[in-house]
């Protein structure tokens, strides 16, 4: 715990005084601390008191704890290979986000030319969105049908009966959003 806290203050006083652009010998004068004390802070050896992360913390105009938490990151790479991935009925379904959001699923459906996969209806008042990128997909939801090529999107609900088929003859990419209805409570 004690060398992650140490990696994150020497990353975040670096990440901050760089985007402020200071040198450390400015950052020093301006927290009123030694150069050096600087120097080992952002180099992750130091331990220093709280006296020393207040003067830090307003130099810097930001709360101790930002300091001393994970650094933010400004992005995160995920491979395709990270994500999610199931079968059902010859289709694969792959996760589109690596963290899941409260009330909302998006998935992607790659289905071979003549696989069908039949939905599971989800919660009473849940709303799903279909798309198709490439091939030609046949939707089949509350006994109505509808066929879709590249670019087209259906909205139906998700709480009905409902079943995904490639009728073409390549490979369908889709695409599926669901909005899951708040429950109870």
């Given at each position: 715990m004690m060398d992650h806290a140490a990696s994150n203050l020497a990353s975040n006083i670096?990440?901050?005084r760089?985007?402020?652009?200071l040198s450390q010998a400015q950052l020093s004068k301006i927290a009123g601390i030694p150069r050096p004390t600087l120097a080992n802070l952002e180099s992750g050896s130091a331990n220093p008191t709280l006296s020393v992360l207040i003067r830090?913390?307003?130099?810097?105009?930001?709360?101790?704890?930002?300091?001393i938490a994970p650094p933010r990151a400004s992005g995160r790479h995920?491979?395709?290979?990270?994500l999610p991935t199931r079968s059902r009925d010859r289709v694969e379904l792959?996760?589109?986000?690596?963290?899941p959001i409260?009330?909302?699923?998006?998935?992607?459906?790659?289905?071979?030319?003549g696989a069908t996969m039949v939905g599971v209806p989800h919660t009473r008042g849940t709303?799903?969105?279909?798309?198709c990128e490439s091939g030609t997909v046949h939707l089949t939801?509350?006994?109505?049908?509808?066929?879709?090529?590249?670019?087209?999107?259906?909205?139906?609900r998700g709480d009905q009966r409902h079943a995904y088929r490639n009728i073409g003859q390549m490979p369908a990419v889709a695409y599926s959003v669901v909005m899951l209805a708040p429950g109870p409570g």
């Open positions: 670096k990440d901050l760089n985007s402020r652009r830090l913390a307003s130099a810097l105009q930001v709360l101790i704890e930002e300091l995920y491979s395709a290979a990270e792959r996760k589109l986000l690596p963290n409260p009330g909302l699923d998006i998935e992607r459906l790659f289905i071979p030319p709303r799903e969105y279909l798309t939801a509350s006994g109505e049908q509808w066929t879709l090529e590249a670019g087209d999107v259906v909205i139906f």
